[in-house]
Nanobody, 110 residues
Framework: VQLVESGGGLVQPGGSLRLSCAASGSYFGSSTVGWYRQVPGKQRESVAI???????DYIESVKGRFTISRDNAKNTVYLQMNSLKPEDTAVYYC?????WGQGTLVTVSS
């Protein structure tokens, strides 16, 4: 499985971004997929996960602001991020099993 993230960038506080994680391979559609983020000097943390059946879970700090979804026909998982805060600044990674993407940088700053 190869995972490729996209959609990161610079956004002002209160703004929105949508991250995409495109995958190769049939394993992806039957697996739980997660979005993680990491700030330099800190541990990588799980932000949101979605199961193959569409059940989702989020860390407390993003509940009500972030939405994870998947389109199995396109082998893609999304992370819609609204009401972004400076503390959301990080490199965001997509994970499926033991596979990781290369990461996409999200910077929230005025």
């Amino acid at each position: 499985v190869q995972l490729v993230e996209s959609g990161g960038g610079l956004v002002q506080p209160g703004g929105s971004l949508r991250l995409s994680c495109a995958a190769s391979g049939s394993y992806f559609g039957s697996s739980t997929v997660g979005w993680y983020r990491q700030v330099p000097g800190k541990q990588r943390e799980s932000v949101a996960i979605i199961t193959s059946g569409g059940m989702t879970d989020y860390i407390e700090s993003v509940k009500g602001r972030f939405t994870i979804s998947r389109d199995n026909a396109k082998n893609t998982v999304y992370l819609q991020m609204n009401s972004l805060k400076p503390e959301d600044t990080a490199v965001y990674y997509c994970n499926c099993g033991h596979w990781w993407g290369q990461g996409t940088l999200v910077t929230v700053s005025s």
